[in-house]
């Protein structure tokens, strides 16, 4: 499967489990090219969240770009923002931009590390 089409609806996945629990969604068509937003954002009352979604086996791997645009969309909108991270046979793991670290010139976590914070869908909404 190409990389975009697992992506894709890898964030339609996500987008649908916070639509069935009332939450207003929306998914950024193309974020992953511009860089100028997460890929989702699910708000619900007082709970507001944007996810930068990635759907691959290898370690999880954010340029310094991106990671700075994470950050500042953060600041700017006081929106938690998460790394949800979909692991085949796993599910989804939901990382703080503050767990990643820089590792040469990317910001980076192991699986392992992913597993030991355990952050599961549950837990964030």
């Not at 890898?10 to 090219?33: C, H, I």
């Not at 954002?41 to 999880?60: H, V």
């Amino acid at each position: 499967m190409k990389k975009y089409s697992k992506g894709a609806r890898s964030e339609r996945e996500l987008l649908m489990q916070f639509y069935n629990l009332s939450y207003s969604v929306m998914r950024a068509a193309g974020s992953g090219v511009n860089s100028l937003s997460p890929d989702i954002i699910a708000i619900k009352e007082d709970k507001l969240y944007a996810f930068e979604c990635k759907a691959w086996n290898s370690n999880l791997l954010i340029e310094p770009e991106r990671f700075e645009s994470l950050k500042q969309w953060e600041k700017n909108t006081r929106m938690q923002v998460f790394i949800a991270w979909r692991i085949n046979n796993k599910g989804w793991f939901f990382i703080k931009l503050e767990e990643l670290s820089k590792n040469g010139r990317n910001y980076t976590l192991t699986k392992n590390q992913v597993f030991a914070i355990n952050r599961k869908f549950e837990s964030v909404i």
